[in-house]
Nanobody, 126 residues
Framework: QVHLVESGGGLVQAGGSLRLSCTAS?????????MGWFRQAPGKEREVVSC????????YYDVSAKGRFTISRDNPKSTLYLRMDNLTPGDTGVYFC??????????????????WGQGTQVTVSS
């Protein structure tokens, strides 16, 4: 059975850093898919944070993440990463990785049937 498993979340003080990971299991080869990270804050809808194409030649960042977060991937390891620096309380939420979307430098859009991980909680204290 195919799974996406996120890890690396936790509680951190404002100004701190975290690195999230998302690994595909179950024999699934993700290297042909564009992938991304979305965040859902308490009481809010899920929103895009950052996306990357399968060749790592194109990345997209939401304005809130630009300059502080770095998305990357290791296709042989079937793993997606999100390095988050200079975190603020506004970054608090559940972070989900997702497979199958459209991405260029100006937008990131989910496909008709994206595949989601279960999420990892990030809490930034002030």
């Amino acid at each position: 059975q195919v799974h996406l498993v996120e890890s690396g979340g936790g509680l951190v003080q404002a100004g701190g850093s975290l690195r999230l990971s998302c690994t595909a299991s179950g024999g699934w080869t993700i290297d042909i898919y564009h992938m991304g990270w979305f965040r859902q804050a308490p009481g809010k809808e899920r929103e895009v944070v950052s996306c990357i194409n399968w060749r790592e030649t194109i990345t997209y960042y939401d304005v809130s993440a630009k300059g502080r977060f770095t998305i990357s991937r290791d296709n042989p390891k079937s793993t997606l990463y999100l390095r988050m620096d200079n975190l603020t309380p506004g970054d608090t939420g559940v972070y989900f990785c997702v497979v199958d979307l459209t991405v260029n430098q100006n937008f990131c859009q989910l496909s008709a049937r994206p595949f989601w991980g279960q999420g990892t909680q990030v809490t930034v204290s002030s």
